[in-house]
């Protein structure tokens, strides 16, 4: 059903047993809001880079808590730089179930310094540096943006 039928939805979820998650249709907490108002969802799907970044992410998930919707954590194809994002977001919001994150083992992370992301066993650790946990080489960066 297309990301915009709200309406579709509600219906969909008044007559599913199985709690209705939404994802790519959320990229600002308005737009929770006005799934929210409808009754039209039972999961919101967490993820940074759909909200531009940590603050929107943040506040989309505050008011899904605030609201009694259920949280998922997922994720792009991303460097540790995002990954690490994601995992502080989710771990803030005590998310326990599995969440949909890879990239690690698609791309490099030339940029990274310091630690990087743990990955043991399938459980991706939180990075405890300051900021996100992950140091940047900004010279890189510079060469790479070029």
Request: aromatic share 2%; with cysteine.
């Amino acid at each position: 059903m297309p990301a915009n039928d709200i309406e579709g939805l509600r219906r969909l979820r008044d007559l599913s047993p199985v709690p209705i998650a939404v994802d790519e249709s959320l990229r600002h907490p308005t737009d929770l809001a006005s799934f929210v108002r409808r009754g039209a969802i039972g999961i919101a799907v967490a993820k940074v880079q759909r909200c531009a970044g940590l603050t929107l992410a943040l506040r989309q998930c505050q008011l899904a808590e605030d609201c009694g919707v259920a949280l998922m954590g997922s994720g792009l194809t991303e460097s540790d730089i995002g990954l690490a994002a994601s995992l502080h977001l989710f771990a803030a919001h005590d998310l326990t179930a599995p969440a949909d994150l890879n990239g690690r083992q698609f791309l490099q992370s030339p940029y990274a310094t310091g630690s990087v992301i743990q990955v043991r066993a399938g459980v991706a650790e939180v990075p405890s540096g300051p900021g996100l946990g992950i140091g940047v080489d900004e010279g890189i960066v510079r060469e790479l943006a070029c």
